[in-house]
Nanobody, 125 residues
Framework: QVQLVESGGGLVQTGGSLRLSCAAS????????MGWFRQAPGKEREFVATIRWNGANTYYADSVKGRFTISRDNAKDTVYLQMNSLKPEDTAVYYC??????????????????WGKGTLVTVSS
């Protein structure tokens, strides 16, 4: 059974940091591109960051570039999202995704092989 379980969300003040984790199981993690997406209240889900299966390439939305860092540990079947300099507009439910598409194609798609259930990040002003 495939599972993607996000953790690390919570309430943080503007300018603060959070680290999200996504633990994967039930599929061959090291062969999948991984990504983070988010959905703010009343808005559609949007791309945040993706990473190639071997971690060699990463891609970011312009809105988070320079503040967020995606990484993965294939030995632990886990992908991370380090979020620094958080802003109120970063408030959203953050979802982990896995797909056999390339990391670049993941960035432009809303259809993924697997989705997690999400973790809520709230940034207070």
């Amino acid at each position: 059974q495939v599972q993607l379980v996000e953790s690390g969300g919570g309430l943080v003040q503007t300018g603060g940091s959070l680290r999200l984790s996504c633990a994967a199981s039930g599929f061959t993690f090291s062969t999948y591109s991984m990504g983070w997406f988010r959905q703010a209240p009343g808005k559609e889900r949007e791309f945040v960051a993706t990473i190639r299966w071997n971690g060699a390439n990463t891609y970011y939305a312009d809105s988070v570039k320079g503040r967020f860092t995606i990484s993965r540990d294939n030995a632990k079947d886990t992908v991370y999202l380090q979020m620094n300099s958080l802003k109120p507009e970063d408030t959203a439910v953050y979802y982990c995704a896995a797909d056999r598409k390339s990391a670049t194609m993941m960035a432009g798609s809303s259809i993924m092989d697997y989705w997690g259930k999400g973790t809520l990040v709230t940034v207070s002003s």
